[in-house]
């Protein structure tokens, strides 16, 4: 039985807007879920029981909340800044647009024609990382900040839907820190930078006043569940060993990037705690 919610889920709305239009080379090798998303590497029927083990949504009077309260009213002043273009650009999770996210980071272009089998893997687990937060989404029904605050998102033609879909935890980020920790195994010279990438790919849903901090806080958990049973399936193995030679092979082109990965640098740099370790939120 089909466990994964795949009807009428904004997450899968999004992916769908930016669908592939080059993916014809390896998409009929795996089928689709959706127009435009593919299978991941998980069995549909077993997917992470993510309210199993993230903590309960905050309440509304808890401590927590006013974390999130706070740290929200701080993202909100990078409207406008080059950290909310870059939140802009996070927010699109479809293909190709959505394989460059880690380009800077990974130091190579991720492309279907220049590395067709990261791209292909980038894919099918975007599917498996991100979905694996329904279970809670489903359960908590939670409230997005720009349904309290009425302050405006990076991403206003996506708000109708947004308000039918709950915000713990957040798929985004549970994507952007799986790819982040896959990444890393693939190129572990490189982990620092891509942890760090794949931890402001869901700071990015905050700038978008979309998400909550705690929300991304468990997306990075579920992510982690995720992944690791990742490494449990044998096809997902072989892709690792696959991807990995030919992130040595690409690396050894010397190829330029796609991105300006100057300006992302400096974006990046802008979020609120940045250089304030004694007012940083913990987790």
């Not at 870059?86 to 293909?95: I, M, N, S, Y």
């Not at 990444?183 to 010279?189: K, R, Y």
Request: charged content about 25%; aromatic content about 8%; some cysteine.
């Amino acid at each position: 039985m089909l466990k994964y919610p795949i009807v009428s889920l904004p997450l899968l709305f999004i992916f769908s807007l930016s669908a592939c239009s080059g993916m014809e080379s390896k998409k009929a090798e795996v089928p689709e879920i959706r127009p435009g998303i593919l299978q991941g590497y998980l069995p549909m029927d077993i997917p992470v029981d993510s309210k199993a083990f993230v903590l309960p949504a905050p309440a509304e009077d808890s401590p927590r909340q006013e974390l999130d309260d706070v740290v929200s009213a701080k993202a909100l002043t990078l409207r406008s800044s080059p950290r909310w273009t870059l939140a802009q650009h996070d927010a699109h999770l479809g293909f190709p647009a959505a394989a460059n996210a880690f380009s800077c980071t990974l130091g190579i272009p991720v492309s279907e024609q220049e590395t067709p089998e990261l791209y292909m893997l980038l894919r099918r687990t975007l599917a498996d990382v991100g979905l694996a937060t329904y279970s809670a989404k489903n359960f908590y029904q939670r409230k997005r900040p720009f349904m309290i605050n009425e302050e405006p998102t990076c991403t206003p033609d996506e708000e109708k839907e947004l308000r039918h879909d709950g915000s713990y935890p957040s798929g985004h980020t549970s994507i952007g820190w799986g790819w982040a920790l896959i990444l890393s195994e693939l190129a572990p010279e490189r982990a620092d930078a891509l942890l760090a990438r794949g931890r402001a790919f869901g700071e990015s849903r905050i700038v978008c006043n979309v998400h909550w901090y705690s929300d991304v806080v468990a997306g990075r958990m579920v992510a982690a569940a995720a992944v690791a049973k990742l490494h449990t399936n044998k096809d997902f193995l072989t892709a690792m060993t696959v991807v990995g030679e030919e992130i040595g092979r690409v690396r050894e082109k010397g190829l330029p990037l796609n991105d300006d990965c100057t300006a992302e640098a400096e974006a990046l740099s802008t979020w609120p705690w940045h250089n304030r370790r004694p007012s940083a939120p913990t987790e």
